[in-house]
């Protein structure tokens, strides 16, 4: 199960428009003890919707973008792709690590994809919290 919060991170949309989705029968979940929660099967199939699933790419985009631009840094970053081969049950497994990992620290941006195979990961924040991510991740 994924929050709002979570699905947020993930997507790179705000909780907002996340709620627009909801309220407009796009964005499928439950509201628990006041807090929206969303399937893995849910959240498949809303991050899949053709309406939706430009918004998503560009905020994607957008994160490597603003990396690259480097106006706004006011310390070392690093922004880190990966690509990895995975089965749909192994991609989320890592999605959810790094979801989780980034959710623990502020200021750090994090994007899942998943297609054909493929897992696509996108990690952008402070040097210090990337590398002790991926140390986590890699130590697992």
């Known amino acids: 199960?994924?929050?709002?919060?979570?699905?947020?991170?993930?997507?790179?949309?705000?909780?907002?428009?996340?709620?627009?989705?909801i309220k407009s029968d796009i964005l499928h979940g439950s509201k628990e003890t006041g807090t929206w929660k969303f399937t893995e099967q849910q959240v498949s199939a809303f991050v899949l919707h053709p309406?939706?699933?430009p918004s998503i790419q560009t905020k994607h985009h957008a994160i490597v973008y603003?990396?690259?631009?480097?106006?706004?840094?006011?310390?070392?970053?690093?922004c880190i792709l990966l690509e990895l081969l995975l089965d749909e049950r192994e991609a989320k497994?890592?999605?959810?690590f790094f979801c989780n990992a980034a959710s623990r620290r502020s200021h750090i941006r994090f994007a899942?994809?998943?297609?054909?195979?493929?897992?696509?990961?996108?990690?952008?924040?402070?040097?210090a919290d990337i590398s002790q991510i991926m140390k986590e991740y890699y130590g697992r």
């Open 1 to 21: 199960m994924y929050t709002i919060e979570q699905l947020s991170l993930i997507t790179g949309l705000t909780t907002r428009t996340l709620r627009n989705y």
């Open 51 to 53: 309406a939706v699933r």
């Open 112 to 127: 899942f994809s998943y297609e054909s195979g493929k897992a696509h990961y996108i990690l952008k924040g402070a040097e």
């Open 93 to 96: 497994e890592v999605a959810d």
């Open 66 to 78: 603003d990396f690259l631009a480097g106006q706004d840094n006011r310390e070392n970053e690093l």
